[in-house]
């Protein structure tokens, strides 16, 4: 009898992960010790949920597997979340980062991502569906190139509505308007006893017997 089956002998399913994960650049390094030269790997992992969330990580390992599963931990640490409206990036933004400097700018629905090597990887990990990027500087880099575009992407304000799960939202929404209700209530009244105040009192007449 075969483990690890489900009933009647079938695999389980496995769970989709959170996020995607995708390798950028994969280096052998050397470190220079008293005792002679160190070689490890250095591994750049980008991960995303295509739907405005991305994040990044760099590190490195004695091995090609230590060095991605290290830097993909780095990166679930670094995720940002990007405001995407109307299917691209709020406004024209330009961003350095030492000798990387980069431009994002939105482009009308269906132009799809223009961008290529390192930035085009993060913009479509971070699901915008239009937008158009280019590198203005010459550097090659794919590390310092992928810092400029998320110091890009971080000058985007997210709205508050946006760091909150939905439901908190309905229950703010939801409180909020019942205040706005209770308000009006507490102005009608006031208003009404104003009035009473304010009514001006008739005289009594009197029936005087001559």
Known sequence: M???RGRGGKMPRREK??????????????????GGKQM???????????????????????????????AA???????????????TIPHFVLAKFKSAQ????PVPRGSGVIAGGSVR??????????????????TKNKITNIKAVFKALQSFKVKRSMERPVAEDLVVKQAELSEKKAFAADEIKLEQIKEKINKPVKPIKKDIKR
């Open 102 to 105: 980069v431009i994002l700018k």
């Open 40 to 70: 490890s790997f250095r591994a750049t992992v980008l991960i995303g949920d295509h739907h405005g969330r991305v994040g990044y990580g760099v590190d490195k390992g004695k091995d090609v597997q230590i060095a991605v599963d290290k």
């Open 2 to 4: 075969q483990q690890g």
């Open 73 to 87: 931990n780095q990166a679930k640490k670094n995720i940002i979340r990007i405001p995407i409206i109307k299917e």
């Open 17 to 34: 992960p959170e996020f995607d994960q995708q390798i950028v650049d994969l280096a052998r390094v050397t470190r220079v010790t008293k």
């Open 121 to 138: 990887m993060v913009l479509e990990m971070a699901g915008i569906p239009n937008v158009s990027a280019k590198i203005l500087s010459r």
